[in-house]
């Protein structure tokens, strides 16, 4: 049994068997051939989701992408002006809740994006169209 418990120390370092230089020599080449491996990174780039709705029922297609962190593009260009008003104003709900934000990119196609996007319209100086990722 101490025999063990001696092998384990001595495997872990605490145990000092040898006391001249050599057994300091075989730590640290111990300690230079580890591996190491490099962690994947957690950012992944965004994912951009196009939908466009047909009926009211279609919003909650769009609230669930905004919550899994989809930025969204609805096109409203099909569906009667009722409609379309009630779905932006439903959608417009959704991402103030989920504190993101909305912009019109045509008459009828919206840019819909969750926390953590920052969108900001076409600065008149350059003629670069900006988008900003906040890290939160």
Do not use: C
């Not at 934000?101 to 009828?108: H, K, T, W």
Request: avoid cysteine; charge should be negative.
């Amino acid at each position: 049994m101490s025999s063990m418990l001696n092998t384990a120390l001595d495997f872990m370092g605490f145990l000092n068997t040898d006391e001249d230089e050599g057994f300091d020599n075989e730590t640290t080449s111990r300690l230079n051939n580890k591996k190491i491996v490099s962690l994947p990174s957690k950012t992944k780039p965004p994912t951009i989701v196009h939908i466009t709705p047909m009926a009211f029922d279609d919003v909650m297609d769009i609230a669930k992408r905004l919550q899994d962190k989809t930025i969204v593009t609805i096109n409203l260009a099909l569906v009667e002006v009722a409609l379309s008003r009630r779905i932006i104003d439903f959608a417009s709900g959704a991402v103030y809740a989920l504190d993101g934000g909305i912009m019109q990119l045509a008459d009828s196609v919206y840019l819909l994006a969750g926390q953590g996007v920052s969108l900001q319209e076409r600065d008149s100086s350059s003629s670069k169209f900006q988008w900003n990722k906040e890290s939160k």
